[in-house]
């Protein structure tokens, strides 16, 4: 995999988002003439299963959101072990931090003997001056992804999100709840996944048109965070400046 894959794999994505809303378009268009139903057999699609249809769009962003995170986090870690290249007094101080932190399952809970086990086999690494291999960071529980989150995580890994000034005004206005578009999509899938709020109850009030516009600025704002990752790990940030290949060293 490489970077060039993210756009596609979110593409992909996002537009299995983007049909479902535009079923749910149609089915309200239909409501307007009166109780939409299905032609061949006469069933009627009642207001309770609508609201059901309307809640799965917050599964379906929340699913997006992490998702396209954990692919951009993925992609990161796979660029520092591409092809036995790096070394890890390479990485600049926050991926270092973060090799450490897996490599020596610092932040795990574990016997002392097992603790002692991993510190010894990362000081062996080091002292033979070997290349890293593939590792993974901890990038926390499920169901906490929002864009707080996002830039705090991208933040921790030493990319830098530089977003539109319209984009950050967008995911910080606020909306239904009193919560930005990330927030809300985030609380509502834990308020359904968690069984605290019914999908009937979910949707209720809210429209096809609110759900696009939700849709339209978490898609805005995932596209320019994959930006960012793209071009932090292109231009091989996430080593030493005096590490870089000749020519990304500006």
Known sequence: MSTADLFPFFEERFSEVDSYIDFLEKIEEATQSGIPRIAVSEYRITAKQQRILYSSVYLQLY????????????????????????????????????????TARTHADMPAPNRLKHALEMSAHIVQQLPIKPFVIDVGGGGNWDDEVIYKMAERLGCPLSLQGSTQ??????????????????????????????????????????LRETSQCVEAYLREVIACFKKYIDAYDFLRPDSRPSGDTA
């Open 169 to 210: 005004a967008n995911v910080k206005r606020k909306r239904r709840d009193g919560l930005g578009p990330l927030q809300l999509v985030k609380n509502r899938r834990n308020g359904l996944a968690h069984g605290s709020v019914s999908f009937v109850d979910c949707a209720d009030g809210v429209v096809v048109r609110e």
């Open 63 to 102: 699913n997006l959101v992490e998702a396209t995170m954990a692919r951009c986090v993925s992609e990161l870690t796979e660029a520092t072990s591409n092809a036995g290249k790096w070394h890890p007094h390479q990485l600049n101080d926050n991926l270092l931090q973060e090799w450490v932190r897996s």
